[in-house]
């Protein structure tokens, strides 16, 4: 019988997860204000959440998309290029385009969809991709769908870059050099100025995915500001995490953007945005863009907890504590809920084998004393933590999943 074969597949496969301590499921969980969560019955303060500056909660995002929902409905019906372009989406694109000085801007309906359509869009089978190994799996996913040849870069290596465009550009007929421009499970800037000179001298197009940027770094523009202003021609990021909505998009020259637009599977094939969101968003740019000193709160609190505890300098607002084992990265987790916060596990395939880690993620919010109390609930697994590892060879040309 199919289904009874479809069945065993699935429960065989839960099984594998489950001795390995990488079996998923959903806990519900009550967001109460962007910063305490309500679970299992406990009331935990969130340091899991990417809602860096806790605009989900705000009053001026919610009064947005309740207008926008008693103006223009719930849905939007189809794609932009079905039912018509709502003028909200002119105004977000502009105010993002000027917001990272690029010409145009494109909205997708996620930040997963955006790279899933920007890559094929770009590249094809005569061309080659470059990725660094611990892009996110939405880098991949695009990587992978362009069906161009794909190099992998060991993380944050310049040099090794280098050598791989020298030995490989001349094949190429377009090259693409794609990276996370804030690491989203390691915290860590790429190197971008040095990455934009690089390609600039090898007609290679650099393309960041600036997620855990927008917001929060950068005065509140992004990784490319935080490296001083490098050339990115193609600026990709989400509504989802500082912008406290959903969606993503990306910000290039208005050439690019026009391709995007009619060439874009994920935005051609995909309703658009619900109007509520695009107003949410437009809503959190306004503050982005007149509280600067909200923006730089989100860093400033990781550097005290890494502070606290006499750890690398935070370079972002997610600083990772590497436990190895999934397993022990679990009954840490579990420690600290029954401490009082949430501090969600990562275990593979999300981070490389051998790398589960306690993720900690700073908010605007966070109060300065919940910090120090944390840091003093952490410090014991400091010492317990092993050095950070190398990737496993093996994993260097595996896709993570984050």
């Known amino acids: 019988m199919p289904m009874r074969s479809l069945d065993d597949f699935a429960y065989s496969k839960l099984a594998e997860l489950e001795r390995a301590t990488l079996r998923r499921t959903l806990a519900e969980t009550l967001r109460e204000d962007g910063l305490w969560v309500k679970r299992d019955g406990r009331r935990l303060l969130s340091f899991s959440c990417n809602d ?9 995002l919610k009064a947005a998309a309740t207008a926008a929902i008693a103006h223009y409905g719930v849905g939007a019906g189809a794609s932009r290029l079905v039912t018509g372009n709502n003028p909200l989406f002119r105004e977000l694109e502009e105010r993002l385009a000027r917001l990272k000085g690029t010409e145009a801007a494109c909205v997708f309906g996620s930040g997963y969809l955006a790279n899933a359509g920007i890559i094929p869009a770009l590249a094809g089978a005569s061309d080659l991709i470059l ?4 892009a996110h799996a939405c880098l991949w996913a695009g990587t992978n769908l362009s069906r161009a040849r794909t190099l992998v870069l060991r993380h944050n290596d310049v040099a090794h870059a280098k050598a791989l465009l020298s030995e490989n550009r001349a094949r190429a007929r377009n090259t693409l050099l794609v990276t996370d421009g804030v690491f989203s499970m390691d915290g860590d800037l790429a190197p971008l100025q040095e990455l934009a000179a690089l390609c600039a001298a090898f007609d290679t197009w650099l393309m960041t995915d600036d997620a855990h940027g927008l917001g929060v770094i950068g005065g509140g523009r992004g990784s490319a500001f935080a490296a001083g202003g490098a050339r990115v021609p193609l600026q990709m990021g989400t509504l989802s995490k ?4 959903y969606g993503g998009y990306l910000c290039a020259s ?8 009619t060439r874009a599977r994920t935005l051609i094939y995909s309703t658009a945005l619900p109007p509520a969101m695009v107003a949410a968003a437009i809503a959190a740019l306004t503050i982005i863009e007149s509280e600067p000193e909200l923006t730089a709160k989100p860093l400033a609190k ?8 006499g750890l690398a300098q935070a370079q972002s607002p997610i600083v990772p504590l590497i436990i190895g084992e ?18 969600t596990p990562i275990r593979p395939p999300t981070v490389p084998v051998g790398t589960a880690r306690l993720r900690f993620a700073f908010t605007a919010l966070h109060p300065d004393e919940e910090i120090a109390r944390l840091a003093e609930a952490v410090r014991p697994l400091v010492a317990l933590a092993p050095a950070r590892r190398e990737i496993p060879k093996e994993m260097a040309k595996c896709p993570p999943s984050s």
Do not use: C, W
């Open 242 to 245: 500082a912008i406290g909505g």
């Open 131 to 134: 990725i660094d190994e611990l």
């Open 52 to 60: 860096y500056l806790n605009l989900s909660h705000h009053p001026a």
């Open 326 to 343: 999934p397993e022990a990265a679990l009954q840490l987790s579990n420690k600290l809920a029954d401490e009082g916060f949430l501090v």
């Open 254 to 261: 208005r050439a690019v953007i026009d391709l995007m637009k």
């Open 302 to 309: 990781a550097r005290a907890f890494t502070s606290h505890l």
